[in-house]
C-alpha cells in the first residue's frame, strides 16, 4: 500500500507553510502528495436555516483554483513530485481524520482561516492530533523558517505511547541524517524536608531515569546501528516546559498522544497539547498506523 503523505489546505498562511513540508516530506519518502480541503454546507457546518431544506454541501470552484494552484507550485518547487488534489464533504478536521487511515503522514498548520491569536492550537490542527490513525505532523511555528540540521527531539516515559514515539522519531532521525536525543524530565525536587531523605529519593530519581533512558536509547541503537544517540536526563517543574525549551535547538519533537497518568477520555495528553501549542519547531505526534484493508 503507497501510503500518501496528505496536508490539509485551505489557502491560510499557515496552511501554505505546512503544505511546503509536506511535499518536501513526499519527496524524501518517495510518496505521493494529496492536498485536502474539507469543505462545509455554504450556510455553515452543514446545518442549513431552514430544516427541511437538507441540501447537499458542494465543493467549490474558488477552492478547486486555490488547491490546483498550490499544487501547481509545489510540483514546481520539488521536482519528482506527484501532487493529487481533493475536496472532501465534511469539517476539514473530520476530512483529514478520515484521510489519515490511509496515510503514511497527515500534516497541518497550527492555524487555519478563522484563528484567533489567543487560541494557540487551531480547532482543525487540534483534532487531527488528537484523532489521526497515522503520525501527524503538527508545522509551527507558520511565521518563522522550519528548521534543520538541529537533532530530533523525544521525550521518554516509560509509557507505551512514549515508546512509540521513540521509534518514529529515530527513523525520522535516520530520513533527516540528524541525531537523537532522548530526553527524560524529572519533577523538581520539593522544598523541605529531612536533607538526607531529600537527598536519598534525588539519587533514586536519577538512577531511574538513567535506566530508563538507557534502555530505551540500547533499543534504537540495535535498530539504528550508525545513529547518533544522546541521553538527556532533566529536571523540570512539568514536562512539556522541558521539551518546549529543547525544541529551540531542534529540528522536530516527537512526542505520544498519551503518557503516564494519561486517561482514555483525555484524547491528547497535557504534554502533546502544550508541544503542539508552544514548541518553536514542528511537532510529530505518534500515532500508530490503521492496518491497511
Known amino acids: 500500500m503507497n501510503r500518501p503523505v496528505v496536508v490539509g489546505v485551505d489557502g491560510s498562511p499557515s496552511s501554505l507553510v505546512a503544505a511546503e513540508h509536506a511535499a518536501r516530506t513526499a519527496v524524501?519518502?518517495?510518496?505521493?502528495?494529496?492536498?485536502?480541503?474539507?469543505?462545509?454546507?455554504?450556510?455553515?457546518?452543514?446545518?442549513?436555516?431552514?430544516?427541511?431544506?437538507?441540501?447537499?454541501?458542494?465543493?467549490?470552484?474558488?477552492?478547486q483554483k486555490m488547491l490546483?494552484?498550490?499544487?501547481?507550485?509545489?510540483?514546481?518547487?520539488?521536482?519528482?513530485?506527484?501532487?493529487?488534489?481533493?475536496?472532501?464533504?465534511?469539517?476539514?478536521?473530520?476530512?483529514?481524520?478520515?484521510?489519515?487511515?490511509r496515510a503514511e503522514l497527515v500534516v497541518v498548520?497550527?492555524?487555519?482561516?478563522?484563528?484567533?491569536?489567543?487560541?494557540?492550537?487551531?480547532?482543525?490542527?487540534?483534532?487531527?492530533?488528537?484523532?489521526?490513525?497515522?503520525?501527524?505532523?503538527?508545522?509551527?511555528?507558520?511565521?518563522?523558517?522550519?528548521?534543520?540540521?538541529?537533532?530530533?527531539?523525544?521525550?521518554?516515559?516509560?509509557?507505551e505511547s512514549a515508546a512509540l514515539a521513540v521509534r518514529q522519531a529515530a527513523d525520522e532521525a535516520v530520513r533527516r541524517g540528524t541525531a537523537l536525543v532522548l530526553m527524560h524530565v524529572r519533577p523538581e525536587g520539593r522544598p523541605g524536608g529531612v536533607p538526607e531523605e531529600v537527598a536519598e529519593s534525588g539519587a533514586a530519581e536519577h538512577a531511574g531515569s538513567a535506566e530508563l533512558l538507557a534502555g530505551a536509547a540500547g533499543r534504537v541503537r540495535a535498530d539504528h546501528p550508525g545513529l547518533t544517540v544522546t541521553e538527556r536526563p532533566v529536571r523540570a517543574a512539568k514536562p512539556e516546559q522541558a521539551l518546549i525549551e529543547a525544541s529551540g535547538e531542534a529540528t522536530l519533537v516527537v512526542v505520544g498522544s498519551r503518557g503516564r497518568g494519561g486517561f482514555a477520555g483525555l484524547l491528547l495528553g497535557s504534554v502533546s497539547h502544550a508541544l503542539a501549542q508552544h514548541a518553536h519547531c514542528p511537532v510529530l505526534v505518534a500515532h500508530p498506523y490503521e492496518p491497511a484493508d
Not at 518517495?30 to 469543505?39: F, I, N
Not at 514546481?76 to 489519515?100: I, T, W, Y
Not at 487555519?112 to 511555528?141: D, E, I, K, M, Y
Open 109 to 159: 498548520g497550527s492555524r487555519g482561516h478563522g484563528g484567533f491569536a489567543g487560541l494557540l492550537l487551531g480547532s482543525v490542527s487540534g483534532q487531527v492530533a488528537q484523532h489521526g490513525h497515522c503520525p501527524v505532523l503538527v508545522v509551527r511555528p507558520a511565521d518563522e523558517p522550519i528548521p534543520v540540521g538541529g537533532p530530533v527531539v523525544v521525550g521518554v516515559d516509560g509509557s
Open 68 to 101: 490546483e494552484q498550490v499544487a501547481a507550485e509545489l510540483t514546481e518547487r520539488h521536482p519528482g513530485l506527484r501532487a493529487e488534489v481533493r475536496q472532501v464533504a465534511g469539517g476539514p478536521g473530520a476530512a483529514l481524520v478520515e484521510e489519515s487511515r
Open 28 to 63: 524524501q519518502r518517495s510518496r505521493p502528495l494529496h492536498l485536502v480541503h474539507g469543505y462545509l454546507h455554504p450556510l455553515g457546518y452543514g446545518v442549513p436555516l431552514n430544516p427541511y431544506d437538507l441540501g447537499v454541501p458542494a465543493p467549490t470552484d474558488e477552492a
